[in-house]
């Protein structure tokens, strides 16, 4: 059964900023002959890595509501300068628009079950009568 992860944007400021660094790390993997794709570090493996392997996404938390989300490609362990353990969770190279919803601060990653994981949401699809920029500050504040 599939399960997503749940992870706070830390510097992201906006969906716009996620999907900045996203493209930047794409390109910058791509340059280096890598899968392109953002990656993030963590010191913990996901226990139930199995189950976000099976077609899980991250969802990205960005100033308080859950706003975007990244498919999980792979989770691979490394260890770092100092000699710690640590993991490489792989993501997509796009950031997929998520329908926003209030969401509290906590620290680490979550799991997510598929049941209570906001559905995709398409920018254009908010009325086209709407400017970019003010979707987005409603999207940002849960109420588009």
Do not use: N
């Not at 859950?66 to 792989?90: C, E, M, N």
């Not at 997510?112 to 699809?125: I, N």
């Amino acid at each position: 059964m599939t399960v997503h992860l749940l992870k706070l944007a830390v510097g992201a400021a906006s969906l716009d900023g996620l999907k900045d660094w996203v493209a930047r790390e794409a390109t910058e993997r791509a340059v280096s002959g890598l899968v392109p794709g953002a990656r993030i570090t963590t010191r913990m493996a996901p226990k139930r890595a199995d189950e976000v392997l099976d077609g899980g996404s991250l969802y990205w938390v960005i100033k308080g509501s859950l706003q975007a989300r990244q498919p999980v490609l792979a989770i691979d362990p490394f260890t770092d300068a100092s000699g710690i353990g640590r993991y490489h969770i792989l993501l997509g190279p796009g950031v997929v628009p998520v329908r926003p919803r209030p969401c509290r601060p906590f620290q680490g990653w979550r799991y997510l079950r598929p049941a209570d994981a906001p559905a995709d949401f398409a920018m254009d699809a908010a009325g086209d009568d709407i400017p970019p920029a003010m979707k987005r500050d409603l999207m940002e504040l849960c109420l588009l």
